[in-house]
């Protein structure tokens, strides 16, 4: 099994900062993407950013210019760096990775249990 844990969320006033960080473990052959979905009360989880092994990234639009992700291979961890954080963006954040568990495996996606993030304005 493949776990996921997150860590960095917190209470931030708008325009802050906060790190969020996801540490892959568990039976990992590879990890071809990493990202960050959230999900606010009421709300579809919609997808924030993803990063795949050789480092192509996608974000969403409402955040593009303001959250830079970025992933440490050797150490199956991606990052969520988000700066001039607004109202908006509270909410729990989840880490996914798509992994493979064996040579030959097909990849499966997994998920963290999530991280709370809330911004006051």
């Known amino acids: 099994q493949v776990q996921l844990v997150e860590s960095g969320g917190g209470l931030v006033q708008a325009g802050g900062s906060l790190r969020l960080s996801c540490a892959a473990s568990g039976s990992i052959f590879s990890i071809y993407a990493m990202g960050w979905h959230r999900q606010a009360p009421g709300k579809q989880r919609e997808l924030v950013a993803t990063i795949t092994s050789g480092g192509s990234t996608n974000y969403a639009d409402s955040v593009k210019g303001r959250f830079t992700i970025s992933r440490d291979n050797a150490k199956d961890t991606v990052y969520l760096q988000m700066n001039s954080l607004k109202p908006d963006d509270a909410a729990v954040y989840y880490c996914?990775?798509?992994?493979?568990?064996?040579?030959?495996?097909?990849?499966?996606?997994?998920w963290g249990q999530g991280t709370q993030v809330t911004v006051s304005s």
């Open positions: 996914n990775a798509v992994v493979r568990t064996g040579f030959g495996q097909l990849s499966d996606d997994y």
